[in-house]
């Protein structure tokens, strides 16, 4: 009887080739294109459709740690991650990300394709293989471009971010931490003038109690510059740099940081860094943005004004706001005839660089990030270590703002035109140093040398 039973039993739990069918008509009740595209979202996703709960949290619980970290990363804003970027090791680490995490999305793709599909292939239907061939190329497509994205940053910080001559020691902010300066220097370059000249300098600097961001402008006719060591350098200021270079034995810093210290020494205080591009570089990097806005003054009308790669000649522009490529803002920049002074140009030259900012950090310069960073890369020197360049957007932010940004172009009274009998017949500017002292004070506060 106990074994009459036992048999029972048995005959009532053994699998039959209905049973069978059951559980395969469960399985084939998933959709394989569904899961695959589940999946595609999030990894992980099609498992769990599928009814594979286990391996659903083992492709999913990792990209949930990604993006966790990722998200962490860019709290501080989407600059601050890029800034991230420009350290070498840090856009290394993304690039492999990238691979890495494309890969096990397309794992994840295919084991949700199968746990969907179960045993029996034949019902995958002709949707299924397509989609999985759809999505997978999407996925390579993505994750190879953002790799390109992350090797551009990494292949554009080792030649942007370089040493100046004096070390890192000398880099950093040097007013207790109250205040960041940066000197930007626009390098006239071009091959065929045998030399280089900085047409601009631009001290820019920002007050870390208030926010408050101070925009000076220096002419670069200003000779006879009282110098750090008690000197004078006889010369005009655009000049110091490739004289420097020159003579290595009177200036041994190095041309960029003598001109970073000895600008620092005219406007009463310390210049922690300097961002220097040169005009052609310039003129690439505004075409890599898609070009830049301005607000003009007053009409320009430049007969003499030479395009050199354009087929053009003359420049003219109307007051209003007006959209410019490359060639159109240098010349905008660099016209001398019926646009007014060297000093409106240097306003000009502030304004340029603000809106550029502006583009370089618009969304939709985004598609561009390749060409702006190759364009960077061969224009732009800077001796911001790349692990420090939060700090230097910060000051890029406030400047780009507006808000509490000051602009002054150096004039009248702090410089002037002394008579050319007394200059050999050169026009210069000459800066009449209490004034200076004064201006300093007014603008930096006790931050200047001159307020002790």
Same mark, same amino acid.
């Given at each position: 009887?106990?074994q009459a039973a036992r048999t029972g039993r ?132 993505? !994750? ?10 990494? !292949? ?31 390098? *006239? ?6 030399? @280089? ?36 350098? =006889?010369?005009? %200021? ?10 290595? &034995? ?13 600008? +620092? ?5 310390? %210049? *922690? ?12 990097? %505004? =075409?890599? /943005?898609?070009?830049?806005?301005? =607000?003009?003054?007053?009409p320009i009308r430049d007969s003499t004004y030479?395009?050199?790669?354009? =087929?053009?000649? +003359? ?10 490529? +490359? ?60 692990? @420090? ?19 002054? /172009? ?6 002037? !035109?002394?008579?050319?009998? @007394? ?7 000459? /800066?009449?140093? @209490? ?6 004070? &007014?603008?930096?506060? &006790? ?6």
């Open positions: 009887m106990k048995m005959q009532r739990f053994r699998a039959t080739p209905s049973t069978v069918a059951s559980s395969a008509a469960r399985t084939l009740d998933r959709s394989p294109a569904l899961a695959v595209t589940l999946s595609f979202v999030w990894p992980g996703l099609g498992q769990w459709y599928a009814g594979r709960a286990r391996r659903a949290l083992l492709f999913a619980l990792p990209v949930l740690a990604l993006v966790v970290i990722v998200a962490l990363q860019a709290a501080g804003g989407l600059e601050r991650l890029a800034a991230l970027l420009f350290v070498p090791s840090f856009s290394l680490a993304a690039m492999v990300v990238f691979v890495v995490a494309g890969g096990w999305r397309l794992a994840a793709m295919v084991d949700a394709y199968r746990a969907a599909l179960g045993r029996a292939p034949a019902r995958a239907g002709r949707l299924a293989p397509i989609v999985v061939v759809a999505l997978s190329s999407i996925v390579l497509v993505s !994750h190879a471009l953002a790799a390109s994205y992350a090797y551009a940053f990494f !292949h554009a910080g080792p030649r942007i971010f370089v040493s100046d001559g004096q070390g890192a020691a000398a880099v950093g902010p040097s007013t207790g931490g109250g205040r960041l300066t940066a000197l930007f220097v626009g390098v *006239d370059s071009r091959p065929w003038r045998g030399w @280089e000249n900085t047409d601009t300098l631009l001290v820019v600097s920002l007050d870390r109690t208030d926010g408050t961001v101070t925009m000076l402008s220096l002419p670069r006719d200003i000779a006879e510059l009282p110098l750090s060591d008690g000197t004078i350098y =006889d010369r005009r %200021i655009n000049s110091l740099m490739s004289f420097a270079a020159a003579h290595p &034995e009177r200036f041994p810093a190095g041309p960029t940081a003598t001109l970073r210290r000895e600008v +620092g020494h005219l406007i009463g205080i310390p %210049i *922690d860094y300097y961002a220097s591009v040169d005009l052609p570089g310039l003129l690439a990097l %505004i =075409d890599a /943005v898609g070009g830049v806005e301005v =607000d003009n003054e007053s030479k395009f050199e790669r354009e =087929d053009r000649g +003359g420049f003219y522009l109307d007051p209003g706001v007006h959209h410019l490529n +490359g060639w159109e803002a240098i010349a905008y920049v660099r016209s001398r005839k019926d646009g007014g002074s060297d000093l409106l140009r240097a306003s000009r030259q502030q304004e340029v660089l603000v809106n550029l900012r502006r583009k370089l950090t618009d969304p939709g310069t985004l598609l561009r990030l390749p060409a702006v960073l190759s364009a960077a890369a061969e224009a732009v020197r800077t001796n911001v270590p790349a692990e @420090e360049l939060d700090d230097f957007l910060a000051l890029a932010r406030e400047m780009g703002d507006g808000t509490n940004t000051v602009r002054h /172009v150096l004039g009248p009274p702090q410089i002037h !035109h002394p008579p050319r009998a @007394e200059t050999g017949g050169s026009w210069i500017y000459r /800066v009449r140093m @209490e004034e200076m002292a004064r201006l300093s004070v &007014e603008l930096f506060g &006790e931050d200047s040398r001159y307020a002790d």
